[in-house]
């Protein structure tokens, strides 16, 4: 358990479905994160949230729609998605504002995979 | 955000020393020095983080040049288990995004 939970693990869903991945962090953190990792190539970050705003989009389009209800819990909505979303999607969670500077604590990831 | 350069990939033999290398010749005097590793299928992890002295916990030791221009993660004894991606990333004092680049495919042989 890493303190930061995904759920679920693995997830296959048809191109019209509409699904939610859930993250959860146990860790009393301030900042939350939506990071893709597709095959082959490196992390890409998608959303950032600060005390449940979110701060930064980087050009993630509108299938995705993350949702932040409290500073522990972080959602990534899905709907009609194209094949080339499938990745691994993780979650993270960091302390920020702090002067000493503490890392990110990632989850195990959801294998999303888009037929 | 600063911009830093690994080597693709590395081997190393069980129980013997792995130093990691990592340029980052434009680090500003407020970037911390990160290193993350990713083991296969999970997420990454937190290795160890350090601003201009070396630094050692459990896991390895960060071996910062003087100049900051450079820095090397050092594994001490590699296992098995230490077969993962590792990266190096720069982040500022107190926010700062993480940004992954390719990282270094680190192998090593029983």
């Known amino acids: 358990e890493t303190g930061v939970t995904q759920t679920p693990r693995h997830l296959v869903m048809g191109m019209t479905n509409k699904k939610s991945l859930k993250c959860e962090q146990h860790l009393g953190h301030n900042a939350m994160y939506w990071y893709k990792q597709s095959a082959k190539k490196p992390l890409e970050l998608m959303f950032v949230?600060?005390?449940?705003?979110?701060?930064e989009n980087n050009s993630v389009p509108s299938r995705f729609s993350p949702e932040c209800p409290n500073s522990s819990h972080l959602f990534l909505h899905l709907h009609t998605l194209q094949p080339e979303d499938s990745a691994l999607y993780l979650c993270a969670s960091s302390q920020e504002g702090q002067a000493l500077n503490y890392g990110y604590t990632f989850g195990s990831g959801t294998r999303l995979t888009v037929v | 955000d600063a911009k830093t350069t690994q080597p693709n990939s590395m081997e190393s033999n069980e129980e013997e020393p792995v130093h990691l290398p990592c340029n980052h010749s434009t680090i500003s005097g407020t970037d911390y020095i990160h290193w993350y590793r990713q083991l296969p299928s999970q997420g990454p992890e937190y290795v160890i983080h350090?601003?201009?002295s070396n630094v050692n916990n459990r896991m390895a030791s960060l071996a910062i040049a003087e100049d900051r221009k450079s820095s090397t993660l050092i594994l001490h004894r590699a296992t098995l288990r230490d077969a993962a991606v590792y990266y190096c990333i720069l982040r500022g004092a107190s926010y700062g995004k993480l940004t992954f680049g390719q990282g270094t495919i680190l192998t090593v042989h029983p």
């Open positions: 949230y600060n005390f449940k705003e979110q701060t």
């Open positions: 350090g601003l201009t």
